[in-house]
């Protein structure tokens, strides 16, 4: 109810998402952003909806903001991995790759998504 609470909106842009309605996840995790701008996770979802409504220079600039938020965050970093090699730009994948790795050294997940990106890059050519 109240249009300056970030949580609120966030909430919205989530449930929309949860609905499939893209569109209207991207406006309200949109207005979510600029209330709460250093939130990662919001971002993060924003960039997820941006990419829903196939704006992807929006979402990778959304996912380079929020992963600059987020060093940590090994699922914004991931997210950021796999539009890059969507993108098939393997240096930034490499790079970007590596620092998951040192994130989570031990992950079967990180292990299989190495696995993964390099099956993506091997056939790329094909």
């Known amino acids: 109810r109240d249009p300056q609470n970030g949580e609120g909106w966030y909430s919205l ?28 996770r ?9 990419q829903g409504i196939g704006d992807a220079e929006r ?15 090994a699922g914004i970093l991931h997210a950021l991995i796999m539009l890059h090699a969507t993108r098939e730009e393997w240096a930034e994948v490499e790079t970007l790759t590596r620092r998951l790795q040192q994130l989570r050294p031990n992950d079967p997940g990180v292990q299989e998504a190495v696995r993964r990106l390099k099956t993506m890059r091997k056939n790329q050519g094909r």
């Open 42 to 50: 919001v971002r993060y979802n924003y960039a997820l909806a941006l």
């Open 59 to 73: 979402s990778l600039a959304e996912l380079q903001r929020a992963h600059a938020g987020a060093r940590e965050d």
């Open 13 to 40: 842009g989530l449930l929309r998402a949860e609905a499939k309605d893209m569109p209207g996840a991207a406006k309200a995790l949109a207005r979510a952003v600029r209330l709460m701008p250093t939130r990662g």
